[in-house]
């Protein structure tokens, strides 16, 4: 008998009429838990810890935005294809926020908030750095509660069993009993991403402080970690996909943000180096 790690069989409770949506809810916690490490991270640079949550009022809606546009354009044959359901492009509760247009459109919300609080772009993105990863392995959670986001096949003991799903509730058969999907348990992708970008919140806080990391470098070292683990993962998920030369999409998104996170890794550290010092040395006014 194969251990194996059980899914949950509801991912909605229902609060009177309102219902409470887990993977709504691990969104959420991610974005608090965010904001909060941000605000530490900003004192440190001088700042009010307020000055997160006044950024945030731009680079949440920016980033929700932002990842299901991702999501949608990536994948649109849900929405837009054959029997398509163009309205459940909206219904972000029922997961699906691409992290690429969630950082891109989320940073440009955030630069928005900066021009108009008067804080430097990269003292914030830096300070966020670590605590957008940790949001994220909050948010894969979700994914979990949802029954989605699974490898293959494997027996190791904590393969993942995986219900079918339908409107936030497990498929049951005329027992009432859950319908697993065939061909399990799976690999659970969504712990494996959730442990990596843990791992990267550490990096990205243990180098800052042992090396003073110029300004802007550690969200660029953020941007390179997390698409070399998401190479990994994309790989071993079996979940249908649009390909691109024979590679998910997302591989070749990954490989284009890593070598972007390490050209402007590059350069922050140049200009450091011209401006003679690390970020301590650089006017708070720069943007």
Same mark, same amino acid.
């Given at each position: 008998?194969?251990?194996?790690?059980?899914?949950?069989?509801?991912?909605?409770?229902? $609060?009177?009429?309102?219902?409470?949506?887990?993977?709504?809810?691990?969104?959420?916690?991610?974005? !608090?838990?965010?904001?909060?490490?941000?605000?530490?991270? $900003?004192?440190? /640079?001088?700042?009010?810890?307020?000055?997160?949550?006044?950024?945030?009022?731009?680079?949440?809606?920016?980033?929700?935005?932002?990842?299901?546009?991702?999501?949608?354009?990536?994948?649109?044959?849900?929405?837009?294809?054959?029997?398509?359901?163009?309205?459940?492009?909206?219904?972000?509760?029922?997961?699906?926020?691409?992290?690429?247009?969630?950082?891109?459109?989320?940073?440009?919300?955030?630069?928005?908030?900066?021009?108009?609080?008067?804080?430097?772009?990269?003292?914030?993105?830096?300070?966020?750095?670590?605590?957008?990863? !940790?949001?994220?392995?909050?948010?894969?959670?979700?994914?979990?509660?949802?029954?989605?986001?699974?490898? /293959?096949?494997?027996?190791?003991?904590?393969?993942?069993?995986?219900?079918?799903?339908?409107?936030?509730?497990?498929?049951?058969?005329?027992?009432?009993?859950?319908? $697993?999907?065939?061909?399990?348990?799976?690999?659970?992708?969504?712990?494996?991403?959730?442990?990596?970008?843990?791992?990267?919140?550490?990096?990205? !806080?243990?180098?800052?402080?042992?090396?003073?990391?110029? /300004?802007?470098?550690?969200?660029? $070292?953020?941007?390179?970690?997390?698409?070399?683990?998401?190479?990994?993962?994309?790989?071993?998920?079996?979940?249908?996909?649009?390909?691109?030369?024979?590679? /998910?999409?997302?591989?070749?998104?990954?490989?284009?943000?890593?070598?972007?996170?390490?050209?402007?890794?590059?350069?922050?550290?140049?200009?450091?180096?011209?401006?003679?010092?690390?970020?301590?040395?650089?006017?708070?006014?720069?943007?």
């Amino acid at each position: 008998m194969i251990a194996a790690i059980p899914s949950p069989t509801t991912g909605v409770w229902q $609060l009177g009429p309102l219902p409470l949506r887990a993977y709504a809810l691990c969104i959420l916690a991610g974005i !608090v838990v965010a904001i909060w490490i941000c605000g530490r991270r $900003l004192e440190q /640079r001088g700042y009010v810890d307020d000055d997160a949550l006044t950024v945030a009022y731009w680079a949440v809606p920016f980033g929700i935005v932002g990842g299901r546009l991702y999501h949608v354009i990536t994948t649109p044959q849900p929405y837009f294809g054959e029997n398509g359901r163009p309205l459940d492009a909206l219904k972000i509760w029922h997961g699906g926020l691409g992290i690429w247009g969630a950082v891109a459109l989320g940073a440009l919300g955030a630069w928005i908030g900066c021009r108009k609080n008067g804080i430097d772009f990269w003292d914030l993105a830096d300070s966020a750095a670590p605590g957008v990863a !940790v949001a994220q392995a909050m948010g894969r959670w979700g994914n979990y509660f949802n029954n989605e986001l699974y490898g /293959r096949h494997t027996d190791l003991p904590w393969g993942l069993k995986v219900y079918e799903w339908d409107n936030g509730e497990a498929v049951r058969n005329a027992a009432g009993d859950p319908v $697993l999907v065939p061909g399990g348990p799976f690999h659970p992708m969504f712990l494996y991403e959730a442990i990596w970008c843990l791992l990267i919140a550490f990096v990205v !806080v243990a180098l800052d402080r042992r090396v003073g990391l110029a /300004r802007g470098r550690s969200f660029a $070292l953020y941007v390179m970690l997390y698409p070399v683990g998401r190479i990994v993962f994309e790989l071993m998920r079996s979940d249908p996909a649009n390909h691109v030369l024979g590679l /998910r999409v997302n591989v070749w998104v990954c490989i284009a943000v890593f070598l972007g996170g390490l050209a402007l890794f590059v350069a922050r550290g140049r200009r450091a180096q011209n401006t003679g010092g690390t970020r301590d040395d650089v006017s708070l006014s720069e943007t």
